[in-house]
């Protein structure tokens, strides 16, 4: 059994990480099992630079292979915000619920679907002790629907609605969400790296 550390405290990318790599013969731990864990602040401008931050603290702490996720929300609208302050969109909370209303709220006098263009994007970085950090990055293209729907997944994904469906991210089932997120696609790639 490989043994790997996800350098994240958010339940919703741990179930993700856990469903991805369980098959592929990965035992996954991630922060949650280790509240002594250092806390990384999030100084970098963009996702793979927090991705980074957060890999190395840990890995340099309990010298084992590390995968940390940098993630969010990018509304073209907006010029890509709440981008690498999606966490703290609405406040240091970090309130999925207040995040949401305040997307919606900003994009409450733009009606047209192709003005409402956004993206998931993931930055991995991995991080084995003794070599250079490498970064990779998933997008997945959707619409900010007009009001949330769903209840799976979590973060922005009840009013993210998927290109090419009708469905919002949180109402595909957990398969259907692992086959087509930003996540997925970065740990496909990282699994290339990871050989
Ligand atoms: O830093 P860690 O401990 O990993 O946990 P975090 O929740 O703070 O994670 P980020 O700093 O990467 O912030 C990611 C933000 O983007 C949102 N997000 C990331 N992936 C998402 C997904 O698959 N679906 C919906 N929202 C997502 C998430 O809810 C957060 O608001
Ligand atoms: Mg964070």
């Not at 733009?110 to 970085?125: D, G, N, W």
């Given at each position: 059994m490989k043994?790997?550390?996800?350098?994240?405290?958010?339940?919703?990318?741990?179930?993700?990480?856990?469903?991805?790599?369980?098959?592929l013969g990965y035992q996954v731990q991630s922060l949650l099992d280790y509240p002594n864990s250092v806390d990384v602040e999030e100084t970098g401008e963009t996702f793979e630079e927090n991705a980074i931050l957060k890999a190395e603290a840990v890995s340099e702490q309990f010298n084992i292979l590390t995968i940390a996720d940098d993630s969010g929300l990018a509304v073209d609208y907006l010029n890509g915000e709440p981008g690498v302050y999606s966490a703290r969109y609405a406040g240091p909370e970090k309130d999925d619920t207040a995040n949401i209303i305040k997307v919606l709220e900003k994009l409450k006098n733009?009606?047209?679907?192709?003005?409402?263009?956004?993206?998931?994007?993931?930055?991995?970085?991995v991080s084995i002790p003794g070599q250079k950090t490498q970064t990779v990055?998933?997008?997945?293209e959707g619409y900010i629907a007009k009001e949330p729907s769903g209840d799976g997944g979590f973060g922005y994904d009840p009013i993210?609605?998927?290109?090419n469906s009708t469905k919002t991210m949180a109402e595909l089932s957990k398969e259907e969400k692992n086959q087509i997120s930003h996540r997925a696609e970065a740990l496909k790639k990282v699994q290339g790296l990871l050989k």
């Open positions: 043994h790997i550390i996800i350098a994240t405290k958010n339940k919703g990318k741990v179930r993700e990480f856990e469903a991805i790599l369980a098959p733009v009606p047209s679907k192709e003005k409402r263009t956004a993206r998931f994007i993931c930055a991995l970085a990055v998933g997008e997945c993210f609605t998927v290109k």
